[in-house]
């Protein structure tokens, strides 16, 4: 159980474009997902909390005008990179957190690597 | 200062040999502690949580040390697939937004 998938997997795209990755719980239900950025060789960056039904909580430094984020139902969230520019190519993984009492852990997606040309 | 800091490594261990690391947190109101596993582009995976009394899995053992602000993870009889980079990792409480450290890289060779 606990499985947490993101499509797509690899997104190589213009300067300009917009790209959406999607995030689902598979087997659970998701109350709070989490974006995360990783450049490489670094750790993981918390960008945003995504709880279903609300608007996303972005941390410090984050653009939210430019990186849109939707959690839409309780088993998918959705960021959207608008207006992409190479500096933006990095590794974004989700997670997900079940409801209260279940999978109070966060579960991680298999990450999406986004390169800008 | 870092959150959470560790030291980048790597760490070449030959196989068989026990191998331990550090991890340093600067929030003295974090609950929740967990090392994860990293593997070369892939996600993190949970390696096991942390508790106070410390804990053992198999060949890892972790230890919590409040009053000094760390904690340490020990891998014996290193395995070749246990080569990846090592997440330390903290919250304020179990499924609060998690703080990474930047990672030890483990190397287990030949």
């Known amino acids: 159980g606990a499985v947490v998938s993101q499509h797509p997997s690899r997104v190589i795209c213009k300067s300009g474009t917009s790209v959406k990755i999607e995030c689902r719980s598979l087997?659970?239900?998701?109350?709070?997902m989490f974006w995360y950025r990783q450049f490489p060789k670094k750790s993981l960056m918390l960008m945003a909390t995504s709880n279903e039904g609300s608007k996303a909580t972005y941390e410090q430094g984050v653009e939210k005008d430019k990186f849109l984020i939707n959690h839409a139902s309780l088993t998918l969230s959705t960021l959207t990179v608008t207006s992409a520019h190479p500096e933006d190519s990095s590794f974004y993984i989700c997670s997900a957190r079940g409801l209260s009492g279940t999978y109070n852990e966060q579960f991680f997606g298999p990450g999406t690597r986004l390169t800008v040309l | 200062r870092k959150e959470v800091e560790q030291d980048p490594g790597p760490f070449n261990v030959p196989e068989g040999a026990t191998v331990a690391f550090n991890c340093t947190y600067s929030?003295?109101?974090?609950?929740?502690f967990f090392w994860y596993r990293q593997d070369c582009r892939k996600e993190p995976k949970l390696l096991m949580s942390?508790?106070?009394s410390g804990n053992e899995d198999g060949r890892f053992t972790a230890q919590l040390n409040r009053a000094s602000q760390y904690i340490s993870l020990l891998i014996r009889d290193s395995k070749l697939s246990d080569s990846a980079t090592y997440l330390c990792?903290?919250?304020?409480?179990?499924?609060?937004?998690?703080?990474f450290g930047g990672g030890t890289r483990v190397l287990v060779k030949p």
């Open positions: 929030n003295s109101a974090s609950q929740s």
């Open positions: 942390v508790y106070s």
């Open positions: 990792v903290v919250a304020k409480a179990a499924g609060n937004k998690l703080t």
């Open positions: 087997d659970f239900q998701a109350t709070t």
